[in-house]
């Protein structure tokens, strides 16, 4: 497997694959030209690198800054070594008076394993900043945190100011200061993963809404099938089943982009359904609370009727609906009650009836009857056809106290 990495040098193009050759794309010469490794670049001169594991081109004077590379005179990568261009130049790499490329050797850590601009550096242990100093050696070090872990070269990314990445076994953030991010999924996670495949592992933004997006393989698989969401303005996490191998939340376009193992780009966040392939399919939807319960478990609860508070704008179908369930417990550890209802119903659709007119007032379904009894309750709602759309709100349960056992 080949990890890329890919930076603009003006208009045109820096990239390169992990232990291999750096190209570059010269778009003066169109869309069917190739790009060619840089050595081969006339006035490239002796030192410029043959081999390396990171690149990508700096704002401040565009340099090309190359990490895990050759150091001058040698063929052999290191990978704890950054070197860098003299500014506005991916042929000049030879330090000297008359210019400002050099190279800067890492103490901690084994290998460099990915790079952001501000610039962070991550290696299999530490987190480093790299700042442009303005004279000789033009670009120094600071060590931002040690005994940390990063799972990729592309499990990092930046969302309102802040970084964010995947550990080998937790999540981390860096707003000024290193520490680790709060999961309420980590045990989920990280029980479930193929670290034998995390360099397949990478992260995305869904500015639209808050969130920050991370695609892995679980622990019986070699291909990406899961992802995890932080929402972080809400502080809040979900997860779910989805391959993909690429994608790109850019202010370029109306929607997040991404790439399928069928080979295709798709738009998310577009439409109500699952349009990946050539048959349109609905996208499941649901939401379940965790587990509560009556007077601190003490009560048995009956619960008789739900109230829904549900709102279904933005459906395309012409009759929306979700179904409600509630999933009763005997008590805790105990499994759900077999069956769920007592004589009646443990789960009902709710069903879009009209928006009205005069007063613009969405109408659905009223009221559910239910015969449900336990100590404990989960609450559900589950979406599964087309053109479907809902938000919850603050649904209501009519529960009184049903004895002790």
Request: aromatic letters at 14%; a negative charge.
């Amino acid at each position: 497997m080949r990890l890329w990495s890919q930076s603009n040098f003006g208009e045109d193009l820096i990239f390169g694959f992990r232990n291999g050759p750096i190209y570059y794309w010269d778009a003066s010469l169109g869309i069917g030209s190739r790009g060619v490794d840089i050595t081969t670049l006339a006035g490239a001169d002796p030192d410029t690198p043959t081999i390396h594991n990171l690149a990508f081109v700096t704002d401040t004077s565009r340099f090309v800054m190359v990490f895990g590379v050759n150091d001058y005179g040698s063929a052999l990568i290191n990978p704890m070594l950054i070197r860098w261009s003299a500014a506005e130049s991916v042929t000049d790499w030879t330090p000297a008076a008359t210019n400002q490329a050099g190279s800067l050797q890492l103490s901690h850590g084994s290998q460099i394993i990915g790079a952001l601009q501000e610039i962070l550096v991550w290696t299999d242990s530490t987190l480093y900043s790299i700042q442009f100093l303005g004279n000789e050696p033009w670009w120094g070090s600071q060590l931002l945190a040690d005994n940390i872990s990063i799972a990729s070269q592309n499990a990092m990314a930046v969302a309102s100011g802040v970084t964010y990445w995947m550990g080998v076994d937790k999540f981390y953030k860096y707003d000024g200061r290193t520490a680790t991010l709060r999961c309420d999924l980590r045990q989920y996670i990280f029980s479930d993963i193929n670290l034998s495949q995390s360099a397949q592992i990478f992260a995305g933004t869904n500015e639209g809404f808050n969130e920050v997006w991370w695609f892995y393989c679980s622990a019986a698989s070699t291909a990406i099938d899961r992802y995890a969401v932080y929402n972080y303005a809400e502080d809040i996490w979900y997860y779910g089943s989805m391959g993909r191998t690429a994608w790109l939340d850019s202010g370029l376009r109306d929607y997040p982009m991404a790439a399928t193992y069928s080979n295709n780009l798709v738009y998310h966040e577009y439409g109500l359904d699952d349009a990946t392939t050539s048959t349109t399919l609905p996208i499941e939807a649901y939401i379940a609370s965790s587990e509560f319960d009556i007077d601190d478990g003490n009560q048995v609860g009956f619960v008789w009727r739900m109230l829904p508070d549900i709102t279904f704008r933005g459906s395309d179908a012409a009759y929306p609906s979700v179904t409600m369930y509630l999933r009763p417990m005997q008590n805790s550890g105990s499994g759900f009650n077999t069956p769920e209802s007592v004589g009646g119903s443990a789960s009902y659709p709710v069903t879009e009836i009209g928006t009205g007119t005069a007063y613009n007032i969405e109408t659905f379904t009223g009221q559910i009857n239910t015969r449900v009894r336990g100590r404990q309750l989960v609450m559900e709602v589950r979406s599964t056809g087309l053109g479907v759309q809902w938000q919850l709100g603050s649904p209501r349960l009519d529960i009184r106290p049903d004895g002790r056992r």
